[in-house]
Protein backbone atom coordinates (compact mmCIF):
# COMPACT_ATOMS: atom_id res chain seq x y z
CA UNK A 1 0.00 0.00 0.00
CA UNK A 2 1.61 3.47 -1.27
CA UNK A 3 1.20 5.41 2.04
CA UNK A 4 1.97 8.34 -0.50
CA UNK A 5 -1.04 8.27 -2.61
CA UNK A 6 -3.54 10.29 0.43
CA UNK A 7 -6.68 12.44 -0.82
CA UNK A 8 -9.17 13.68 1.35
CA UNK A 9 -13.03 11.88 0.66
CA UNK A 10 -14.87 15.45 0.69
CA UNK A 11 -18.32 12.95 0.74
CA UNK A 12 -21.37 12.34 2.76
CA UNK A 13 -22.33 8.78 3.95
CA UNK A 14 -25.48 9.14 1.65
CA UNK A 15 -23.42 10.23 -1.69
CA UNK A 16 -20.94 7.55 -0.49
CA UNK A 17 -23.59 4.38 -0.74
CA UNK A 18 -25.23 6.09 -3.65
CA UNK A 19 -21.86 5.56 -5.64
CA UNK A 20 -21.82 2.23 -4.64
CA UNK A 21 -25.14 0.83 -5.46
CA UNK A 22 -24.30 2.64 -9.16
CA UNK A 23 -21.17 0.38 -9.33
CA UNK A 24 -22.72 -2.87 -8.71
CA UNK A 25 -26.70 -2.82 -8.35
CA UNK A 26 -27.21 -6.23 -8.22
CA UNK A 27 -24.50 -7.33 -6.22
CA UNK A 28 -24.68 -9.08 -2.91
CA UNK A 29 -24.18 -6.18 -0.19
CA UNK A 30 -25.39 -7.01 3.42
CA UNK A 31 -25.82 -10.95 4.81
CA UNK A 32 -27.82 -10.94 7.97
CA UNK A 33 -26.56 -14.72 8.37
CA UNK A 34 -29.08 -15.27 12.00
CA UNK A 35 -32.35 -14.26 9.79
CA UNK A 36 -31.69 -15.77 6.49
CA UNK A 37 -31.36 -12.52 5.28
CA UNK A 38 -29.34 -10.80 2.08
CA UNK A 39 -29.74 -7.67 0.28
CA UNK A 40 -28.70 -6.68 -3.00
CA UNK A 41 -26.98 -2.72 -3.08
CA UNK A 42 -30.31 -2.09 -4.85
CA UNK A 43 -32.29 -2.85 -2.15
CA UNK A 44 -30.44 -1.95 0.72
CA UNK A 45 -30.26 1.85 -0.94
CA UNK A 46 -34.34 1.66 -1.65
CA UNK A 47 -34.72 0.32 2.20
CA UNK A 48 -32.15 3.02 3.39
CA UNK A 49 -34.54 6.29 1.26
CA UNK A 50 -37.68 4.65 2.36
CA UNK A 51 -36.38 4.70 5.92
CA UNK A 52 -34.78 8.30 5.81
CA UNK A 53 -38.19 9.74 3.94
CA UNK A 54 -40.37 8.18 6.89
CA UNK A 55 -37.78 9.82 9.68
CA UNK A 56 -38.13 13.23 7.97
CA UNK A 57 -42.16 13.04 7.80
CA UNK A 58 -41.84 11.88 11.73
CA UNK A 59 -40.16 14.93 12.26
CA UNK A 60 -36.54 14.51 12.18
CA UNK A 61 -34.62 17.40 11.74
CA UNK A 62 -31.19 18.09 10.88
CA UNK A 63 -28.39 17.95 13.31
CA UNK A 64 -31.60 16.10 15.82
CA UNK A 65 -30.08 12.44 17.33
CA UNK A 66 -31.51 9.54 16.82
CA UNK A 67 -30.51 7.03 19.44
CA UNK A 68 -30.00 3.44 18.43
CA UNK A 69 -30.17 0.69 20.91
CA UNK A 70 -29.97 -2.71 19.22
CA UNK A 71 -27.73 -5.90 18.74
CA UNK A 72 -26.32 -6.55 14.89
CA UNK A 73 -29.95 -7.24 13.20
CA UNK A 74 -31.66 -5.98 10.33
CA UNK A 75 -32.60 -2.32 10.24
CA UNK A 76 -29.32 -1.25 12.58
CA UNK A 77 -26.49 -0.30 9.35
CA UNK A 78 -29.81 1.03 7.35
CA UNK A 79 -30.80 3.13 9.99
CA UNK A 80 -27.71 4.74 10.44
CA UNK A 81 -27.27 5.47 6.74
CA UNK A 82 -30.61 6.80 6.70
CA UNK A 83 -30.12 9.43 9.57
CA UNK A 84 -26.90 10.39 7.51
CA UNK A 85 -29.00 11.12 4.53
CA UNK A 86 -31.39 13.75 6.16
CA UNK A 87 -28.51 15.23 7.94
CA UNK A 88 -29.76 13.41 11.56
CA UNK A 89 -26.76 12.12 14.05
CA UNK A 90 -26.79 8.56 14.84
CA UNK A 91 -26.04 7.99 18.17
CA UNK A 92 -25.39 4.73 18.85
CA UNK A 93 -26.02 2.90 22.55
CA UNK A 94 -23.84 -0.10 24.02
CA UNK A 95 -26.34 -3.19 24.06
CA UNK A 96 -24.66 -3.79 27.60
CA UNK A 97 -26.41 -0.67 28.99
CA UNK A 98 -28.78 -1.24 31.85
CA UNK A 99 -31.32 1.89 33.09
CA UNK A 100 -28.52 4.05 34.59
CA UNK A 101 -26.68 3.98 31.73
CA UNK A 102 -29.23 4.67 29.05
CA UNK A 103 -30.95 7.47 31.51
CA UNK A 104 -27.90 9.46 31.71
CA UNK A 105 -27.32 8.93 28.00
CA UNK A 106 -30.68 10.51 27.18
CA UNK A 107 -30.36 12.99 29.52
CA UNK A 108 -26.70 14.29 28.39
CA UNK A 109 -27.48 13.59 25.00
CA UNK A 110 -30.20 15.91 24.73
CA UNK A 111 -31.45 13.07 22.41
CA UNK A 112 -34.72 13.48 20.66
CA UNK A 113 -35.52 9.68 19.11
CA UNK A 114 -35.02 6.49 20.34
CA UNK A 115 -34.92 3.62 18.34
CA UNK A 116 -34.96 -0.42 20.32
CA UNK A 117 -34.21 -3.15 19.20
CA UNK A 118 -35.45 -6.50 19.37
CA UNK A 119 -35.28 -8.88 22.56
CA UNK A 120 -31.75 -10.26 23.07
CA UNK A 121 -30.96 -13.28 25.26
CA UNK A 122 -32.88 -12.63 28.67
CA UNK A 123 -32.88 -9.24 28.33
CA UNK A 124 -35.85 -7.18 26.76
CA UNK A 125 -34.76 -3.50 25.76
CA UNK A 126 -38.24 -2.16 25.72
CA UNK A 127 -38.70 -3.29 30.05
CA UNK A 128 -35.81 -0.75 31.05
CA UNK A 129 -37.60 1.83 27.94
CA UNK A 130 -41.01 0.91 29.89
CA UNK A 131 -39.83 2.16 33.27
CA UNK A 132 -37.60 5.05 32.12
CA UNK A 133 -40.48 6.44 29.59
CA UNK A 134 -44.03 5.42 31.23
CA UNK A 135 -45.24 8.09 29.55
CA UNK A 136 -44.61 6.14 25.99
CA UNK A 137 -47.95 3.70 26.84
CA UNK A 138 -49.92 6.91 26.87
CA UNK A 139 -49.67 7.34 22.91
CA UNK A 140 -50.35 4.16 21.88
CA UNK A 141 -53.22 4.21 18.97
CA UNK A 142 -53.20 6.07 15.98
CA UNK A 143 -52.33 9.70 15.76
CA UNK A 144 -49.96 9.91 18.84
CA UNK A 145 -48.62 13.14 19.71
CA UNK A 146 -45.01 13.95 20.50
CA UNK A 147 -44.19 12.55 23.97
CA UNK A 148 -43.71 14.87 26.66
CA UNK A 149 -41.36 12.72 29.99
CA UNK A 150 -38.51 14.20 32.17
CA UNK A 151 -36.01 13.83 29.02
CA UNK A 152 -36.70 17.03 27.98
CA UNK A 153 -36.15 16.55 24.10
CA UNK A 154 -37.00 12.82 23.69
CA UNK A 155 -40.12 12.98 21.34
CA UNK A 156 -40.24 9.69 20.00
CA UNK A 157 -39.42 6.17 19.92
CA UNK A 158 -39.08 3.15 17.07
CA UNK A 159 -39.71 0.07 17.66
CA UNK A 160 -37.49 -2.62 15.72
CA UNK A 161 -39.95 -5.78 16.46
CA UNK A 162 -42.15 -6.90 14.42
CA UNK A 163 -44.72 -7.24 17.15
CA UNK A 164 -46.53 -3.58 18.61
CA UNK A 165 -45.01 -1.69 21.16
CA UNK A 166 -47.57 0.74 22.96
CA UNK A 167 -46.59 4.42 22.20
CA UNK A 168 -43.56 3.37 19.65
CA UNK A 169 -43.97 3.46 15.56
CA UNK A 170 -42.91 0.38 14.03
CA UNK A 171 -40.37 0.03 11.40
CA UNK A 172 -43.27 -0.36 8.98
CA UNK A 173 -45.34 2.59 9.82
CA UNK A 174 -41.93 4.48 9.49
CA UNK A 175 -41.57 3.23 6.20
CA UNK A 176 -45.45 3.74 5.42
CA UNK A 177 -44.91 7.26 6.97
CA UNK A 178 -42.53 8.35 4.18
CA UNK A 179 -44.66 7.90 1.35
CA UNK A 180 -46.32 11.43 2.05
CA UNK A 181 -42.58 12.89 1.62
CA UNK A 182 -41.76 14.70 -2.43
CA UNK A 183 -39.12 13.15 -3.92
CA UNK A 184 -38.10 16.60 -4.56
CA UNK A 185 -38.16 17.57 -0.63
CA UNK A 186 -35.86 14.65 -0.02
CA UNK A 187 -33.49 15.43 -2.61
CA UNK A 188 -33.08 18.92 -1.37
CA UNK A 189 -32.83 17.57 2.53
CA UNK A 190 -29.87 15.48 0.82
CA UNK A 191 -28.44 18.30 -0.92
CA UNK A 192 -28.47 20.59 2.41
CA UNK A 193 -25.98 17.93 4.16
CA UNK A 194 -22.49 18.64 3.89
CA UNK A 195 -19.45 16.48 4.86
CA UNK A 196 -18.29 18.13 7.55
CA UNK A 197 -21.94 17.49 9.88
CA UNK A 198 -21.29 15.72 12.90
CA UNK A 199 -23.18 12.16 11.82
CA UNK A 200 -22.38 9.75 14.24
CA UNK A 201 -21.78 10.69 18.33
CA UNK A 202 -20.38 7.51 20.67
CA UNK A 203 -20.02 7.87 24.54
CA UNK A 204 -16.52 7.15 25.84
CA UNK A 205 -15.26 8.33 29.07
CA UNK A 206 -11.75 8.57 30.71
CA UNK A 207 -10.98 7.73 34.16
CA UNK A 208 -12.56 10.57 35.65
CA UNK A 209 -15.83 11.86 34.94
CA UNK A 210 -19.40 9.92 33.34
CA UNK A 211 -19.19 9.03 29.62
CA UNK A 212 -18.70 11.97 26.99
CA UNK A 213 -20.77 12.11 23.31
CA UNK A 214 -17.54 12.01 20.91
CA UNK A 215 -18.68 13.92 17.94
CA UNK A 216 -17.91 12.58 14.72
CA UNK A 217 -18.18 14.09 11.25
CA UNK A 218 -18.55 12.52 7.71
CA UNK A 219 -15.38 13.29 6.65
CA UNK A 220 -13.73 12.10 10.31
CA UNK A 221 -15.33 8.68 9.96
CA UNK A 222 -16.05 8.53 6.20
CA UNK A 223 -12.20 8.90 5.64
CA UNK A 224 -10.88 6.29 8.26
CA UNK A 225 -12.83 4.12 6.67
CA UNK A 226 -12.35 4.58 3.17
CA UNK A 227 -8.16 4.19 3.55
CA UNK A 228 -8.76 1.23 6.13
CA UNK A 229 -10.47 -0.95 3.38
CA UNK A 230 -8.06 0.47 0.59
CA UNK A 231 -4.66 -0.83 3.35
CA UNK A 232 -6.47 -4.36 2.72
CA UNK A 233 -7.49 -3.86 -0.71
CA UNK A 234 -10.85 -5.03 -0.03
CA UNK A 235 -13.51 -5.13 -3.26
CA UNK A 236 -16.35 -5.66 -4.11
CA UNK A 237 -15.11 -9.79 -4.47
CA UNK A 238 -14.85 -9.75 -0.84
CA UNK A 239 -16.98 -10.88 2.23
CA UNK A 240 -16.23 -9.34 5.65
CA UNK A 241 -17.19 -11.32 8.61
CA UNK A 242 -18.30 -9.09 11.74
CA UNK A 243 -17.68 -10.51 15.24
CA UNK A 244 -17.68 -7.36 17.03
CA UNK A 245 -21.17 -5.18 17.86
CA UNK A 246 -22.09 -2.36 15.52
CA UNK A 247 -22.49 0.11 18.14
CA UNK A 248 -18.63 -0.06 18.46
CA UNK A 249 -16.35 2.49 15.82
CA UNK A 250 -14.83 -1.39 14.99
CA UNK A 251 -18.47 -1.94 13.94
CA UNK A 252 -20.18 0.82 12.39
CA UNK A 253 -17.52 2.57 10.85
CA UNK A 254 -14.53 0.22 10.06
CA UNK A 255 -16.86 -2.64 9.29
CA UNK A 256 -20.50 -1.29 8.09
CA UNK A 257 -19.25 1.80 6.26
CA UNK A 258 -15.68 0.02 5.33
CA UNK A 259 -18.11 -2.04 3.36
CA UNK A 260 -19.92 1.17 1.32
CA UNK A 261 -16.52 2.45 0.39
CA UNK A 262 -14.47 -0.56 -1.01
CA UNK A 263 -18.11 -2.09 -2.34
CA UNK A 264 -17.78 -5.14 -0.18
CA UNK A 265 -20.63 -7.82 1.24
CA UNK A 266 -21.20 -7.08 4.69
CA UNK A 267 -21.81 -10.50 6.97
CA UNK A 268 -23.83 -9.54 10.69
CA UNK A 269 -25.21 -12.18 13.60
CA UNK A 270 -26.55 -10.93 16.25
CA UNK A 271 -26.25 -13.41 18.50
CA UNK A 272 -22.18 -13.27 18.24
CA UNK A 273 -20.11 -16.21 19.42
CA UNK A 274 -17.27 -18.05 18.10
CA UNK A 275 -18.64 -21.73 16.55
CA UNK A 276 -21.42 -19.45 14.48
CA UNK A 277 -18.57 -17.03 13.21
CA UNK A 278 -16.58 -19.66 12.09
CA UNK A 279 -19.65 -21.60 10.62
CA UNK A 280 -20.53 -18.41 8.96
CA UNK A 281 -16.89 -17.67 7.62
CA UNK A 282 -16.92 -21.34 6.25
CA UNK A 283 -20.57 -21.48 4.65
CA UNK A 284 -20.22 -17.70 3.15
CA UNK A 285 -16.10 -17.83 1.71
CA UNK A 286 -15.78 -14.78 4.05
CA UNK A 287 -12.70 -13.53 2.82
CA UNK A 288 -11.57 -11.05 5.74
CA UNK A 289 -12.47 -11.64 9.58
CA UNK A 290 -12.77 -8.49 12.32
CA UNK A 291 -12.56 -9.14 15.40
CA UNK A 292 -10.77 -8.55 18.93
CA UNK A 293 -8.14 -11.11 20.51
CA UNK A 294 -10.34 -12.68 22.43
CA UNK A 295 -12.48 -13.57 19.70
CA UNK A 296 -9.78 -14.86 17.82
CA UNK A 297 -8.25 -16.72 20.91
CA UNK A 298 -11.87 -18.40 21.36
CA UNK A 299 -11.80 -19.34 17.57
CA UNK A 300 -8.72 -21.13 17.90
CA UNK A 301 -9.28 -22.88 21.08
CA UNK A 302 -12.43 -24.00 19.82
CA UNK A 303 -13.62 -27.83 19.53
CA UNK A 304 -14.81 -27.81 16.03
CA UNK A 305 -11.44 -25.41 15.04
CA UNK A 306 -9.93 -28.67 13.34
CA UNK A 307 -13.17 -29.23 10.94
CA UNK A 308 -13.72 -25.73 9.91
CA UNK A 309 -12.58 -24.70 6.56
CA UNK A 310 -10.76 -21.19 6.94
CA UNK A 311 -9.58 -21.30 3.33
CA UNK A 312 -11.57 -18.66 2.14
CA UNK A 313 -10.32 -16.24 4.69
CA UNK A 314 -7.59 -13.63 3.56
CA UNK A 315 -6.94 -10.41 5.21
CA UNK A 316 -8.64 -9.02 8.34
CA UNK A 317 -8.23 -6.75 11.41
CA UNK A 318 -7.35 -7.86 15.07
CA UNK A 319 -8.13 -4.19 17.11
CA UNK A 320 -10.16 -3.34 19.87
CA UNK A 321 -7.56 -4.31 22.60
CA UNK A 322 -3.58 -5.43 22.93
CA UNK A 323 -3.35 -8.04 20.30
CA UNK A 324 -0.18 -10.36 21.94
CA UNK A 325 2.43 -11.41 19.03
CA UNK A 326 1.90 -15.30 19.57
CA UNK A 327 -1.90 -14.88 19.03
CA UNK A 328 -1.17 -13.13 15.41
CA UNK A 329 1.61 -15.41 14.68
CA UNK A 330 -1.31 -18.47 15.29
CA UNK A 331 -3.91 -16.88 13.64
CA UNK A 332 -1.55 -15.89 10.29
CA UNK A 333 -0.35 -20.08 10.44
CA UNK A 334 -3.69 -21.36 11.00
CA UNK A 335 -6.66 -19.28 10.01
CA UNK A 336 -5.64 -19.08 6.49
CA UNK A 337 -4.96 -14.92 7.22
CA UNK A 338 -1.56 -14.27 5.68
CA UNK A 339 -2.57 -10.94 4.87
CA UNK A 340 -4.23 -9.88 8.89
CA UNK A 341 -3.59 -6.28 9.83
CA UNK A 342 -3.60 -4.45 12.97
CA UNK A 343 -5.22 -0.96 13.63
CA UNK A 344 -4.59 1.32 16.53
CA UNK A 345 -6.68 4.02 17.92
CA UNK A 346 -9.66 5.35 19.63
CA UNK A 347 -13.33 6.17 18.89
CA UNK A 348 -12.07 10.15 19.32
CA UNK A 349 -10.09 9.54 16.46
CA UNK A 350 -12.74 8.48 14.44
CA UNK A 351 -11.30 5.17 15.20
CA UNK A 352 -8.19 4.15 13.46
CA UNK A 353 -4.68 6.20 14.06
CA UNK A 354 -2.46 3.98 12.88
CA UNK A 355 -2.83 0.56 10.72
CA UNK A 356 -0.32 -2.27 9.62
CA UNK A 357 -0.41 -3.19 6.00
CA UNK A 358 -1.34 -6.12 4.30
CA UNK A 359 2.50 -6.12 2.25
CA UNK A 360 4.21 -4.97 6.03
CA UNK A 361 6.51 -7.69 6.79
CA UNK A 362 5.40 -10.10 8.82
CA UNK A 363 7.44 -8.93 11.88
CA UNK A 364 5.85 -5.43 11.17
CA UNK A 365 2.35 -7.02 11.32
CA UNK A 366 2.93 -9.31 14.43
CA UNK A 367 5.02 -6.43 16.45
CA UNK A 368 3.58 -2.84 15.99
CA UNK A 369 0.36 -1.02 16.09
CA UNK A 370 1.14 -0.23 12.10
CA UNK A 371 2.00 3.12 10.64
CA UNK A 372 -0.31 6.33 10.36
CA UNK A 373 -3.15 6.13 8.78
CA UNK A 374 -2.78 8.17 4.98
CA UNK A 375 -3.07 11.73 5.96
CA UNK A 376 -2.54 11.40 9.71
CA UNK A 377 0.23 13.07 11.33
CA UNK A 378 1.18 10.85 14.86
CA UNK A 379 3.25 12.87 17.11
CA UNK A 380 4.63 11.19 20.73
CA UNK A 381 4.61 13.72 23.29
CA UNK A 382 6.49 13.94 26.71
CA UNK A 383 3.34 13.65 28.78
CA UNK A 384 4.66 16.29 31.21
CA UNK A 385 6.40 19.03 29.24
CA UNK A 386 4.18 18.35 26.06
CA UNK A 387 7.42 18.93 23.75
CA UNK A 388 7.96 15.96 21.05
CA UNK A 389 9.80 13.20 21.73
CA UNK A 390 12.75 11.91 19.49
CA UNK A 391 12.91 8.48 17.75
CA UNK A 392 12.58 5.28 20.08
CA UNK A 393 11.52 7.61 23.10
CA UNK A 394 7.91 6.42 25.23
CA UNK A 395 5.98 9.15 25.46
CA UNK A 396 2.22 10.03 25.14
CA UNK A 397 0.67 9.02 21.55
CA UNK A 398 -0.92 12.06 19.99
CA UNK A 399 -2.33 12.74 16.35
CA UNK A 400 -3.73 15.30 13.77
CA UNK A 401 -5.72 15.28 10.53
CA UNK A 402 -9.16 14.50 9.25
CA UNK A 403 -9.75 11.63 12.08
CA UNK A 404 -9.92 13.72 14.98
CA UNK A 405 -13.55 14.24 16.08
CA UNK A 406 -14.89 17.32 16.50
CA UNK A 407 -15.40 17.26 20.31
CA UNK A 408 -17.49 16.24 23.14
CA UNK A 409 -21.12 16.99 23.11
CA UNK A 410 -21.91 19.68 25.72
CA UNK A 411 -18.42 19.24 27.29
CA UNK A 412 -15.63 22.12 26.16
CA UNK A 413 -13.62 22.09 29.07
CA UNK A 414 -13.40 18.15 28.62
CA UNK A 415 -12.87 18.86 24.66
CA UNK A 416 -10.03 21.26 25.31
CA UNK A 417 -7.94 18.49 27.60
CA UNK A 418 -7.93 16.15 25.10
CA UNK A 419 -7.07 18.53 22.19
CA UNK A 420 -4.36 20.72 21.96
CA UNK A 421 -4.05 24.21 20.62
CA UNK A 422 -1.79 22.73 17.78
CA UNK A 423 -4.82 19.91 16.53
CA UNK A 424 -3.23 17.29 18.55
CA UNK A 425 -5.67 14.55 19.66
CA UNK A 426 -3.96 13.37 22.97
CA UNK A 427 -4.74 9.80 23.20
CA UNK A 428 -3.41 9.46 26.82
CA UNK A 429 -1.44 6.25 25.64
CA UNK A 430 2.25 5.61 25.98
CA UNK A 431 4.49 4.49 22.74
CA UNK A 432 7.05 5.14 20.28
CA UNK A 433 7.85 5.28 16.90
CA UNK A 434 10.83 3.32 15.13
CA UNK A 435 13.00 5.23 12.07
CA UNK A 436 10.54 3.67 9.58
CA UNK A 437 7.56 5.19 11.01
CA UNK A 438 5.87 2.19 13.14
CA UNK A 439 4.33 2.51 16.14
CA UNK A 440 4.65 0.55 18.87
CA UNK A 441 2.27 1.03 22.28
CA UNK A 442 3.83 0.41 25.41
CA UNK A 443 1.37 1.17 27.80
CA UNK A 444 -1.18 3.18 29.13
CA UNK A 445 -1.66 6.66 30.71
CA UNK A 446 -4.88 6.30 31.52
CA UNK A 447 -6.23 3.77 34.15
CA UNK A 448 -8.77 2.47 31.47
CA UNK A 449 -9.26 -1.23 31.55
CA UNK A 450 -9.89 -3.28 28.22
CA UNK A 451 -11.81 -6.18 29.16
CA UNK A 452 -12.78 -8.30 25.64
CA UNK A 453 -12.28 -5.33 23.70
CA UNK A 454 -14.30 -3.29 25.30
CA UNK A 455 -13.62 0.16 27.62
CA UNK A 456 -14.50 0.01 30.92
CA UNK A 457 -13.96 2.94 32.83
CA UNK A 458 -13.17 2.69 36.66
CA UNK A 459 -14.07 6.38 37.87
CA UNK A 460 -17.62 5.20 36.41
CA UNK A 461 -17.72 2.54 38.32
CA UNK A 462 -16.50 3.51 41.50
CA UNK A 463 -18.96 6.14 41.26
CA UNK A 464 -22.00 3.87 41.16
CA UNK A 465 -20.41 1.52 44.12
CA UNK A 466 -20.17 4.62 46.15
CA UNK A 467 -23.73 4.99 46.16
CA UNK A 468 -24.38 1.92 48.17
CA UNK A 469 -24.73 2.63 52.25
CA UNK A 470 -21.96 1.49 53.81
CA UNK A 471 -19.32 2.17 51.01
CA UNK A 472 -16.35 4.56 52.55
CA UNK A 473 -13.93 4.70 49.62
CA UNK A 474 -13.94 2.61 46.13
CA UNK A 475 -11.10 1.86 43.85
CA UNK A 476 -11.45 0.13 40.35
CA UNK A 477 -8.42 -1.47 39.01
CA UNK A 478 -7.55 -3.91 36.36
CA UNK A 479 -6.43 -7.62 36.97
CA UNK A 480 -4.73 -9.46 33.95
CA UNK A 481 -6.87 -11.95 32.53
CA UNK A 482 -6.15 -14.73 30.10
CA UNK A 483 -9.49 -15.01 28.46
CA UNK A 484 -10.45 -11.32 28.73
CA UNK A 485 -7.37 -9.41 28.38
CA UNK A 486 -8.40 -7.78 31.48
CA UNK A 487 -11.35 -8.22 34.13
CA UNK A 488 -12.00 -5.78 36.85
CA UNK A 489 -11.53 -5.76 40.80
CA UNK A 490 -12.77 -3.32 43.07
CA UNK A 491 -10.95 -2.25 46.76
CA UNK A 492 -13.56 -1.00 49.27
CA UNK A 493 -13.27 0.43 52.11
CA UNK A 494 -16.49 -0.02 54.27
CA UNK A 495 -17.84 2.29 56.89
CA UNK A 496 -16.71 1.69 60.10
CA UNK A 497 -19.10 -0.93 61.59
CA UNK A 498 -20.31 -1.67 58.44
CA UNK A 499 -20.86 -5.44 57.28
CA UNK A 500 -20.69 -4.96 53.87
CA UNK A 501 -19.47 -8.28 52.07
CA UNK A 502 -18.72 -9.13 48.05
CA UNK A 503 -22.04 -10.41 47.65
CA UNK A 504 -23.73 -7.40 48.92
CA UNK A 505 -21.56 -5.32 46.14
CA UNK A 506 -21.99 -7.94 43.46
CA UNK A 507 -26.46 -7.79 44.33
CA UNK A 508 -26.22 -3.97 44.06
CA UNK A 509 -24.36 -4.20 40.43
CA UNK A 510 -26.49 -7.27 39.50
CA UNK A 511 -29.16 -5.26 36.65
CA UNK A 512 -27.84 -1.93 37.33
CA UNK A 513 -24.77 -1.64 35.28
CA UNK A 514 -23.60 -3.38 32.10
CA UNK A 515 -22.14 -6.88 32.86
CA UNK A 516 -18.65 -6.33 31.28
CA UNK A 517 -18.39 -3.47 34.45
CA UNK A 518 -19.72 -5.99 37.24
CA UNK A 519 -16.32 -6.58 39.30
CA UNK A 520 -15.22 -10.32 38.52
CA UNK A 521 -12.99 -9.72 42.10
CA UNK A 522 -13.60 -7.75 44.86
CA UNK A 523 -11.18 -7.27 47.98
CA UNK A 524 -12.33 -5.14 50.82
CA UNK A 525 -9.46 -3.18 52.66
CA UNK A 526 -9.14 -1.43 55.92
CA UNK A 527 -6.84 1.43 53.58
CA UNK A 528 -5.14 1.94 50.24
CA UNK A 529 -1.11 2.59 50.04
CA UNK A 530 -0.51 6.17 49.35
CA UNK A 531 1.63 8.37 48.37
CA UNK A 532 3.61 11.21 51.00
CA UNK A 533 0.35 14.26 49.34
CA UNK A 534 -2.28 11.21 50.32
CA UNK A 535 -2.78 10.05 46.48
CA UNK A 536 -3.69 7.00 45.83
CA UNK A 537 -1.26 4.61 44.27
CA UNK A 538 -3.62 2.69 41.81
CA UNK A 539 -0.34 0.96 40.20
CA UNK A 540 0.10 -0.66 44.30
CA UNK A 541 -3.54 -1.91 44.12
CA UNK A 542 -3.10 -3.45 40.85
CA UNK A 543 0.04 -5.39 41.96
CA UNK A 544 -2.26 -6.53 45.64
CA UNK A 545 -4.92 -7.83 43.09
CA UNK A 546 -2.44 -9.55 40.37
CA UNK A 547 -1.01 -11.81 43.63
CA UNK A 548 -4.36 -11.88 45.36
CA UNK A 549 -6.29 -13.15 42.40
CA UNK A 550 -3.77 -15.18 40.23
CA UNK A 551 -6.76 -17.34 39.23
CA UNK A 552 -7.71 -14.90 36.65
CA UNK A 553 -4.68 -15.70 34.11
CA UNK A 554 -5.77 -19.96 34.43
Not at 4 to 10: A, G, N, P, R, T
Not at 109 to 116: A, G, I, N
Not at 127 to 139: A, F, G, I, K, M
Not at 266 to 271: I, P, Y
Amino acid sequence: MDFDSFFIQEKTLGQMLDESIAKNPDGEALIYADYGLRRSWKDYGALVDDLARGFMALGIRPGEKVALWATNTPYWVETMFACAKIGAILLTVNTGYRETELEYLLQQSECETLVVGCAHRDFDFFETVDNLVPELRELAGSGRAELDCRFGKLRRVVSMEEKPRPGAYSIAEIIALGQSVDEKEYAARQAAVSPHDVVNMQYTSGTTGFPKGVMLTHVNILNDAYWCTRIQRLGRQDKLCLTVPLFHCFGCVLAALGCVCSGSALVLMSNINPGQSMSVIESERCTALYAVPAVYQAILQHRAFSRTDFSSLRTGIMGGSVCPVPLMRQVIETMHMPEITIAYGMTESSPAMCMTSTDDTFERRVGTAGRPMPGVEVSIRDPETGLECPLGENGEICCRGYNVMKGYYRMPEETAAVIDGEGFLHSGDLGWLDEDGYLHVSGRIKDMIIKGGENVYPREIEEFISTLPGVLDVQVVAVPSRRYGEEVCAFIIPERGSNLTPADIRRHCRGKIAGLKKPRYIHMLDSYPVTTSGKIQKYKLREMAVKLFPQSML
